[in-house]
């Protein structure tokens, strides 16, 4: 999986390439908490080129989320393929977690 | 003619996840399955494969898990057979989903899924292995028989 970070006047954007699963959310899960740690608080993923995911994904997504709402920011998903976000809904993750169209929708949610 | 069995061997590391998706997506092209089956497919046994090596084996040994699909009439039929310590994912407590974000928790969420995506999941243990047995049934807009015959 290839994650691409950017920085959009100061939200930081992570954008998944691939599949994530328990083989490969470890780095993902690394990434994103060095962000957090070095002071991120408002934050997208885009799922846009990601194929897959898996509980293990759903993990890194939740506990990256409670992280950030401890330090009062927030974390916008967007653009997710029909399959990534059934299985979202089957988790029954769609009722706490920000998922939203597209990356404008996302860049206007904060 | 595609061939409606395979069988393949997994070993005990998550980065045979890979060769499992592989597997699974060139049997279920050869069989005519759409893309939301074979991702489907693919995240049960993802779920259960995981949990079999995450928590199946106390010690640091390779082990094999064989996994098994065949197709018979409109059914995918799965069995995956590994030797590690028992374990019934079928009696595994369902996640509270209706929680809010900060009593939310990960535990069988893996299960959870696999159950869902899967119409059937068995278990069985049988000389000293765990035999989970899952079946999922072809939608009619999916024609996996007749491209078999093409």
Known sequence: ?110 | MAKNKITFKLKNKLSELDTLCQNLERFGESIGLSPKFIFETNLALDELFTNIISYGYSDKKVHIITVEISLQNNELLFSIEDDGLPFNPTEVEEPDLGCSIEECKIGGLGIHLAKNLMDEVCYQRCKEKNILTLKKKIQESQPAKKRMKG
């Open chain 1, 1 to 110: 999986m290839e994650i691409l970070e950017e920085n959009h006047g100061g939200i930081n954007i992570f954008k998944l390439n691939g599949r994530l699963d328990s083989n490969t959310s470890q780095g993902f899960e690394k990434k994103i908490f060095q962000a957090i740690d070095d002071g991120s608080k408002n934050m997208i993923i885009d799922f846009k080129d990601l194929d897959y995911i898996s509980s293990a994904g759903l993990r890194v997504i939740l506990k990256a989320t409670k992280a950030l709402k401890r330090e009062e920011g927030k974390m916008l998903l967007c653009d997710m393929q029909d399959y990534v976000k059934e299985v979202f809904e089957i988790a029954g993750f769609d009722s706490f977690l920000p998922i939203v169209g597209t990356m404008d929708d996302a860049l206007q949610g904060f």
